[in-house]
Nanobody, 124 residues
């Protein structure tokens, strides 16, 4: 049963922006937050950042801080990541993951569920 669904990916040109969404239909009130990851060519799955549901506190990977912005809408159980200044190297599949316990970071096994991902392709 798929409970996290990403959307908003697509094919864009260099410098464009996209906003990806992640709807968590299995969210419960005690869930800690949502994280975003991506898998680009010739690389392992990479932590982008995350957000907590209650306070909206955000955290980002240092390498991606500044171009990507994470937000959430509690009423819709939806998290977003705004991708600005996209480059061809950003091409890949973007995933969200549910953090049920009090941790958001790059440790894959800390997450309870993952979405199927949404493809982002940036052309030059």
């Amino acid at each position: 049963q798929v409970q996290l669904v990403e959307s908003g990916g697509g094919t864009v040109q260099l410098g464009a922006s996209l906003r990806l969404s992640c709807v968590d239909s299995g969210r419960i009130s005690s869930d800690y937050g949502v994280a975003w990851f991506r898998q680009v060519a010739r690389a392992e799955r990479e932590f982008i950042g995350g957000i907590t549901w209650i306070s909206g506190a955000t955290m980002y990977a240092d390498s991606l801080r500044g171009r990507f912005t994470i937000s959430r809408d509690n009423a819709k159980s939806t998290a977003y990541v705004q991708l600005d200044g996209l480059k061809p190297d950003d091409t890949g599949v973007y995933f969200c993951a549910r953090a049920r316990r009090g941790f958001i970071g790059a440790k894959f096994d800390a997450y309870d569920a993952w979405g199927q991902g949404t493809q982002v392709t940036v052309s030059s």
